[in-house]
């Protein structure tokens, strides 16, 4: 159970335990239903609070994923994209060099590690043959990455 869920049990048995004794002290039926309905219409309160702030909270949190999602979808095209550019004119420059370090940095502020180590596969496999990638290219995208 949830923390909210049993937060609604323990009024409900707080209300019942707690106001028997008043409905028994009450002997005019029309006295006791009204004391009855305006509690039960306090824990229905209570409890449509708890489930709307618990709806919420969902809500912030779908809203808060799928902005990442859209963040990284964003990242992961703009890094397809530089190695698009690279495939395309079958040699790496200076600035292709540049854009591939930029996105191997925002990855790792963004992507999970595996999608950050297959970016640095695909990156060095050109390097190696494309041909135009020096060796310490390489070596200073892995030590980002690690």
Not at 50 to 66: N, P, W
Not at 82 to 109: F, G, H, N, Y
């Amino acid at each position: 159970m949830k923390r909210q869920e049993i937060g609604i049990l323990i009024i409900g048995l707080a209300a019942f335990l707690g106001f028997t004794p008043i409905f028994q002290a009450l002997n005019s039926t029309i006295s006791s239903e009204m004391v009855g309905a305006a509690f039960s219409a306090i824990f229905i309160l209570v409890t449509t609070k708890l489930l709307i702030s618990h709806q919420s909270d969902l809500d912030e949190k779908g809203k808060r994923s799928e902005h990442i999602f859209a963040k990284r979808l964003d990242l992961y095209r703009t890094c397809t994209d530089a190695i698009i550019t690279i495939i395309d004119s079958s040699q790496i420059s200076a600035r292709d060099m540049s854009s591939v370090r930029k996105c191997l940095v925002e990855l790792e502020a963004m992507a999970p590690d595996k999608v950050i180590r297959s970016y640095l596969d695909i990156v060095t496999e050109l390097s190696s043959s494309i041909g135009a990638g020096t060796l310490q290219e390489s070596e200073v995208l892995a030590r980002v990455v690690n």
